[in-house]
């Protein structure tokens, strides 16, 4: 089991950047890690994932181009680096872990931890 907390949410203007992180304990390195967001009145989306090691990533398409996941494992923290915010954005931040490998890509269903969330707002 791991326990995650994010934090790194604020209030930003559109177009600014802002980086999120997801701090673990217990085995926070066998797990991959997962980017989710949910917005008022919406469905928890998937943002993006980081395998256990760090070196693979995945994205939806609709942020792909904008949005990068990493990690550090000696810190026990991975990493959701948002750019170009937009206030679509706007949404509360979750990090989840699951043990099923990323090129299986995990169902939302699969993620067995997750965080409490941080709120990002993007303004116009």
């Known amino acids: 089991q791991v326990q995650l907390v994010e934090s790194g949410g604020g209030s930003v203007l559109a177009g600014d950047s802002l980086r999120l992180s997801c701090t673990g304990s217990g085995s926070f390195a066998t797990y991959l890690i997962g980017w989710f967001r949910q917005a008022p009145g919406k469905e928890r989306e998937f943002l993006g994932a980081?395998?256990?090691?760090?070196?693979?990533?995945y994205y939806a398409e609709s942020v792909k181009d904008r949005f990068t996941t990493s990690r550090d494992n000696a810190k026990s923290t991975a990493y959701l680096q948002m750019n170009s915010l937009k206030p679509e954005d706007t949404a509360v931040y979750y990090c989840?872990?699951?043990?099923?490998?990323?090129?299986?890509?995990?169902?939302?269903?699969?993620?067995?931890?997750w965080g409490q969330g941080t709120q990002v707002t993007v303004s116009s």
């Open positions: 989840a872990a699951s043990d099923v490998i990323l090129a299986l890509r995990p169902t939302r269903d699969e993620y067995e931890s």
């Open positions: 980081v395998s256990f090691d760090g070196d693979s990533t």
